[in-house]
RNA sequence: GGUCUGAUGGGCGAGUGGCUUAACCAACGGUCUGCAAAACCGUCUACAGCGGUUCGAAUCCGCUUCAGACCU
């Protein structure tokens, strides 16, 4: 990036990126106090309300020492995806901008990260019932069949998504058939303007020393009363917001599938599995640059090199 | 001192002469454009050691080492 389009930016957003339990809020609270900035959360889970200790949601502490944007802030119940993540974000950050030069986003999520920072195409969200209509027909047909539809709706694409995977085959499908387009025709993977610098900063230590933190966190959550928390989302446990890890693992317990030692060791593997796949997707970012989260000094002379 | 049993990849654990990548778990690598803490894909070829029998041995025989059980 060059001074002159630099200039023309309002201001500097720096994200924190990494895996979980890697020290991303409380870095990000620390870049917030000393840039005098607000904080707005990339994080899919913690955005809803009822779920603050698995979901590792802010302390009050961190809370009360900047403001935190997209956190508990709506209902288990409510739709909440990155497109829409996006548009909220940006209308934000327009009024953020307006009276800081920076603003920290932190969270674990990547593709909110993505749609924050590249920007989503004008792609539909998913109309319900159609949907529905497609996970009923991969229960009774099988991803053969959506496999082969796809092929005649859009071969293109149809070449070279991951034909093993449902969730991509479903949506594709979705697309095309609430659009009546081929969705390869209108996914343009551009990157589009923004009207902030971008700076991506990424929290890294060694994987054993992750490993452990996530698993005395996990143990920490279940001091704290991850258990009654996951017990009063029971109810709920359908919705999309609930297939999260920490709350699955113990709903499998309620159900008597397991015992609760073991729902907790679930936990605990299923977030170091959730880690490793956030390093592979922030990884591939080389725009980030990796710091120890306890090297303020170094991240903030980093930051200062992208003065607004 | 003697007898017996066992020794399989990080773990567990099949497989008793000739497809076995056993399976599973953990771990590791990767994919990623509206459910993303989701949904997927891939990798990890071991048989305690040595020698023998055999066209061929994890599988049969002998010795060695180790572990366990039992006997004196």
């Known amino acids: 990036m060059t001074a002159t389009t630099m200039s023309s930016k309002r201001g500097v957003l720096i994200v924190v990126v990494g895996p979980t339990g890697s020290g991303k809020s409380a870095l990000a609270v620390e870049l917030a106090k000393h840039l005098r900035a607000p904080i707005i959360s990339t994080d899919s889970r913690q955005v809803f309300r009822g779920m603050p200790i698995g979901t590792a949601q802010p302390t009050a502490e961190e809370l009360a020492a900047a403001k935190h944007y997209f956190i508990a802030d709506r209902e288990v119940e409510d739709d909440f995806n990155c497109g829409k993540f996006e548009v909220e974000a940006l209308a934000l950050l327009d009024k953020l901008f307006a009276e800081s030069d920076y603003v920290v986003a ?17 792609l539909p969200d998913a109309d319900p019932a159609i949907r529905e209509s497609l996970k009923q027909r991969l229960a009774n047909e099988g991803l053969e069949s959506l496999v082969a539809e796809l092929r005649v709706r859009d071969a293109k694409y149809a070449e070279e998504v991951d034909i093993c995977n449902p969730a991509r085959v479903m949506r594709a499908l979705e697309v095309c058939l609430s659009t009546g387009r081929p969705y390869s025709e209108q996914r343009k993977g551009t990157t589009a303007e923004r009207s902030f610098n971008i700076v991506k900063i990424g929290t890294e230590m060694p994987r054993d020393v992750l490993y452990d933190r996530i698993n005395r966190r996990v143990d920490m959550m279940v001091a704290e009363g991850l258990e009654a928390e996951a017990r009063a989302m029971y109810p709920k446990r359908h919705l999309n917001a609930l297939q999260t890890v920490g709350y699955r693992e113990l709903f499998d317990y309620f159900d008597g599938e397991c015992t609760f030692e073991e729902a907790v060791e679930l936990v605990k593997r299923n977030s170091r599995r959730y880690a490793k796949r956030q390093l592979t997707w922030f990884r591939r970012d080389p725009h980030t640059a990796w710091f120890n989260p306890n ?13 607004p």
């Open 106 to 122: 932190v969270g674990g999520s990547g593709l909110y990260v993505q749609a924050l920072c590249e920007g989503m195409d004008d």
């Open 295 to 307: 090297d303020i000094p170094a991240i903030l002379a980093h930051i200062a090199s992208f003065k």
